[in-house]
C-alpha cells in the first residue's frame, strides 16, 4: 500500500501518534496479457491513479518536481526495458511555473523480457519499489510496494487480452514514435534568437521539452500556439544545452477525421539540417 512521506497534520503539532497521511495516488503493476510464453516480451505497466486536482510528473522538463521512480524487483532471467512516457500535458502553477504532468490517471508501459528458461505451468512474480512526488497546491512524495503475477504458459500457446489491455493501449496513443525518413510534415529553421516549427495542416502545436532541450525565454506563450507554425524564442545559453529536443504535440482538424492528435519526438541542432523525429500514430483528441 501506498505510503506518504508527509505526516498527518495532527502528528506535526505534537499529538501522540506519527501516522502517514492518506496517499493522494495509488499504483499498482498492470499487464497486456493473461500469460506469457518462455521467450516472450509482454508489456507491462505502471499504473497510478490519482486524486483528482493532484498531478505527477513527466519527464519532460518541470520548473518543478520530478517524475515517478522503479527499482525492480525480478525474477532470475527476467528483464525490463526502460519506462515508457506517454506525452503529458502543460500545467502552469501561480508563480509562473510550467511543468509537464499527468492528472486523474497515467499507465507507464514497459517491457518485461521473458527467459526462455522460464517453467510452463508456474507463476513469476515481478515486484517493483516505486517513489513519485504528487502536487497540488503542496506537494507530497509517496512510495508503494507493488506487484504482478506472470502465469507462464505453454511454448506456442497464444495467451489472450487482460482486463487492462485497454488501459495499455490508451498509453500507447499518446507515446512518441519514429516518423519516416522521407516525411516532409514538419520542418525546423533556426536563427541566433529563435527557432521555428511548422507542421502541414496543424490547427495546434505544443512542445514538451526534455531537461536536455535548448532554454526557451517564453516558454508558456511560445510553445503552445493556435495554427501551423511556432516561433520559439530562445533563452540564455545553457552548456550541453544546444539542440530543440522533446515532443511536439501536432493537433489537426479535418472534414474526414474529425480531430486527431499526433506525438512527435524531435531533436534538432542549429547545424545539424533536417529534424530528428518520431511521431506516434494518430489520435482521436480528447
Not at 507515446?175 to 529563435?194: G, N, V, Y
Not at 486527431?260 to 524531435?266: G, K, L, M, Q
Amino acid at each position: 500500500m501506498a505510503s506518504s512521506l508527509a505526516l498527518s497534520a495532527a502528528a506535526a503539532a505534537g499529538g501522540a501518534s506519527l501516522l502517514p497521511a492518506k496517499p493522494h495516488v495509488s499504483a499498482k503493476i498492470i499487464g497486456e496479457f493473461t500469460s506469457a510464453v518462455p521467450g516472450s516480451t509482454v508489456t507491462l505497466a505502471l499504473d497510478f491513479t490519482i486524486e483528482k486536482k493532484w498531478h505527477i510528473y513527466s519527464t519532460s522538463r518541470n520548473d518543478n518536481g520530478f517524475p515517478p521512480k522503479a527499482v525492480w524487483e525480478l525474477p532470475a532471467g527476467f528483464t525490463v526495458d526502460a519506462i515508457q512516457w506517454p506525452t503529458p500535458v502543460r500545467h502552469v502553477d501561480p508563480g509562473d511555473l510550467l511543468n509537464h504532468v499527468y492528472f486523474d490517471h497515467v499507465s507507464l508501459p514497459v517491457l518485461l523480457h521473458v527467459p526462455s528458461s522460464a517453467q510452463p505451468g508456474s507463476t513469476s512474480t515481478i515486484k517493483a519499489k516505486l517513489s513519485w512526488l504528487v502536487c497540488d497546491t503542496s506537494c507530497v512524495g509517496e512510495d508503494a510496494e507493488v506487484e504482478f503475477k506472470l502465469a507462464i504458459a505453454k511454448p506456442g500457446d497464444s495467451p489472450s487480452k487482460s482486463s487492462d489491455a485497454k488501459q495499455i493501449d490508451e498509453a500507447r496513443t499518446r507515446l512518441p514514435h519514429e516518423l519516416a525518413k522521407d516525411s516532409k510534415d514538419i520542418s525546423i529553421s533556426w536563427t541566433a534568437t529563435a527557432v521555428e516549427v511548422s507542421v502541414t495542416d496543424a490547427s495546434r502545436l505544443i512542445f514538451h521539452p526534455d531537461e536536455d532541450c535548448v532554454p526557451f525565454a517564453a516558454p508558456i506563450k511560445d510553445a503552445d500556439v493556435e495554427g501551423k507554425k511556432m516561433t520559439i524564442k530562445l533563452g540564455d545559453p545553457e552548456e550541453g544545452h544546444t539542440a530543440l529536443a522533446g515532443v511536439l504535440e501536432i493537433h489537426r482538424v479535418s472534414a474526414k477525421a474529425g480531430k486527431s492528435a499526433e506525438f512527435v519526438r524531435i531533436h534538432s541542432a542549429p547545424a545539424a539540417g533536417p529534424a530528428k523525429a518520431e511521431p506516434a500514430k494518430p489520435s482521436k483528441s480528447p
